[in-house]
Each structure stands twice: as C-alpha cells, then as structure tokens.
C-alpha cells in the first residue's frame, strides 16, 4: 500500500489558519484520488471532516463548521486541509486518507496544537 | 442513533488467537460496508479490513492477510474479526466503521469507541 506523508506535527495561535498537508507518493496523481480528512482528540474515535477531489467535487461532513476546507496543490502532489479562524477546541489529530481500489490508506497524522 | 459497539479485546499471548465483535443498531447493517482501523499505542490509523453487504468481497492490509478473517452476521446486526497468530505488533485499539458509500466516495462516517487487544507474553 502507497503511503501518504503529513508533517507529524503543526502549529497556530487562535483566530489565525492552519494549513495541514498529505503527499502523496510520486506513482500516485493526487489530481485522481478523493482526499479523506479526519479529526481525532485523545481519548476519541475519528471524527469524519471532509472529501475534496476538486472546486466541483467536496464534501462536508454532518456539523462540520465551515471553518474546515479542503484543496489540492497538483504541482505537489498534496492535499491540503486549510482551518480558519483557528479556536482551542481544533487542537486535535489530523488525518488524511485515499481509497485506491479496495483497500484504505491513512496518513500518518499531524497533532495541531493551538497555542 | 448510529451505535457500533466493539466487544472482544483484551490481552493474549503471541502466536494466539482472538475474535472481536461489533454491535451495530440505529441503521439498516446489511445496506453497508463495514470495516476495522486500528490505531497502535501513541501511533497512527491503519485500515485493517473491510467487508460488503453481503460478504461476498473482502479485503485486507498486507500485513494481516491469512491471519485475520473479517466476516458478518447480517441477521445479527453483528460485524467480527476473528485474528489468529497475533504478534506484538497488533498490539491496538480495533475500531469498527461504518462505510457510507456514494458514488466514488467512500466515508467512514461512523466509529465505534473501539477496544483494545494487547498480545504481549
């Protein structure tokens, strides 16, 4: 399975915006894939964020505020996972994810601390 | 309410065998995909399995093929993992997932709050 490369860590203060990265291997066209965003506190589950495949192609999960987008740097081979307007209660477990096939391929995760 | 209920983790020694559980309730289990993530100590996620409806298809990571089996129970609103040969390296908390498939999309759009296996001698 192709692995997925996120910064293990990030941070930001509040009210700013945080940009979270998954990149993808160089075999693998970010451009043909949904990207995947989770979130995850300690001690929780993952919580469903978004998909984002292009401008046209999104999707927010139930409840998730605005806030929380996504997008694609081609030229990277990257998705992005952009948080605005930064609050406490965002610091958390970032994880991204494709679905190739059948089978399922995490990132390893970025910890957004809010400073 | 959506409510998966994972049962069946606990400690077992290397090289033996365990088999989770996940109750489901709250939707219609045999319209869905299922799967199991699991998520080492301190460590990231990682799919495990996935199952269809019917159970017709199955798929697995790499590092677990010919030792763990994912199957269901329809009548029983129930989806397993039955592991045999556990190494250290399984050593996780096991989440059950809900697989919300619509068109090219795939969201696991429902957890249960996990349970954890330990194989350590």
């Known amino acids: 399975q192709p692995v997925l490369t996120q910064p293990p860590s990030s941070s930001a203060s509040p009210g700013e915006s945080a940009r979270l990265t998954c990149t993808l291997p160089?075999?693998?066209?970010?451009?043909?894939?949904?990207i995947y965003w989770y979130q995850q506190k300690p001690g929780s589950p993952p919580r469903y964020l978004l998909y984002?495949?292009?401008?046209?192609?999104?999707?927010?999960g139930s409840g998730v505020p605005s806030r929380f987008s996504g997008s694609k740097d081609a030229s990277a081979n990257t998705g992005i996972l952009l948080i605005s307007g930064l609050q406490s209660e965002d610091e958390a477990d970032y994880y991204c994810?494709?679905?190739?096939?059948?089978?399922?391929?995490f990132g390893g995760g970025t910890k957004l601390t809010v400073l | 309410e959506v409510q998966l209920v994972e049962s069946g983790g606990g400690l077992v020694q290397p090289g033996g065998s365990l088999r989770l559980s996940c109750a489901a309730s709250?939707?219609?289990?045999?319209?869905?995909?299922m799967s199991w993530v699991r998520q080492a100590p301190g460590k990231g996620l990682e799919w495990v399995a996935n199952?269809?409806?019917?159970?017709?298809?199955?798929y697995y990571v790499d590092s677990v093929k010919g030792r763990f089996t994912i199957s269901r129970d329809n009548a029983k609103n129930s989806l397993y993992l039955q592991m045999n040969s556990l190494r250290a390296e399984d050593t996780a908390v096991y989440y059950c997932?809900?697989?919300?498939?619509?068109?090219?999309?795939?969201?696991?759009?429902?957890w249960g709050q996990g349970t954890l296996v330990t194989v350590s001698s």
């Open positions: 997932a809900r697989v919300c498939r619509d068109g090219y999309n795939r969201i696991f759009d429902y």
């Open positions: 709250g939707f219609t289990f045999s319209s869905y995909w």
């Open positions: 199952i269809k409806q019917d159970g017709s298809e199955k």
């Open positions: 160089s075999d693998i066209n970010v451009g043909s894939y949904n």
């Open positions: 984002y495949y292009s401008d046209s192609d999104k999707g927010q």
């Open positions: 994810m494709i679905w190739p096939s059948n089978a399922v391929v």
